[in-house]
């Protein structure tokens, strides 16, 4: 602020898109929340197209740029060049297996985390993960355990059942116990 050619006027117009950028990011959180709320009450119906729906792709560009300060940003990199050459159709068609992944899930849900039905939905799951990355077991732990933590994974989680995201961790770490014997 103490350059002669800084200008402030800019640089407050600048914070201020931003800071409304991110105020509607958090406004369209809400209402996600809130229709999740409506439906698990039985207020509101949420078709399977709004249960499953993917992250936008300003929230996965968000999403990137944390997961590059968190983890190895050449990894996350490369898990982003390998989305975005994806056609349209081909993304759909993956969205629409891992929302069957999950679908499939909650079914077998019931029969526990260590059955084999269960234990097959977490192998499919696993092999969904390769088309973005391939990850390590320790990390299949990771990515369960950020579906309960971040608020942003647990909503989407909770749009499908409040109880996936929690008996997900569950079942992979089952997984991944059975895989390192």
Known sequence: MGRRDFDLLSALESHRTALRQRAERTERLIQTVDDTILHLKGKKDMSKKQ?????????????????????????????????????????????????????????????????PEVQACVERWRKH?????????????????????????????????????????EAVKVYVKGKKK
Request: hydrophobic share 40%.
């Open 129 to 169: 993960m390769d088309y973005f990355w391939t990850p390590k077991l320790e990390q299949l732990v990771e990515l369960a355990e950020l579906y309960n933590q971040d608020p942003r994974f647990k909503a989407n989680f909770d749009k499908i059942d409040p109880r996936l995201a929690p008996f997900m961790l």
């Open 51 to 115: 249960l499953f729906e993917a992250f936008s792709e300003e929230q996965q560009a968000e999403y990137a740029r944390e997961a590059e300060q968190m983890y190895d940003p050449e990894t996350v990199r490369a898990s982003n060049r390998k989305w975005k050459a994806y056609s349209a159709e081909e993304k759909q068609r993956i969205l629409d297996e891992g929302g069957k992944v999950y679908t499939e899930l909650l079914a077998v849900m019931p029969r526990g985390a260590a059955s």
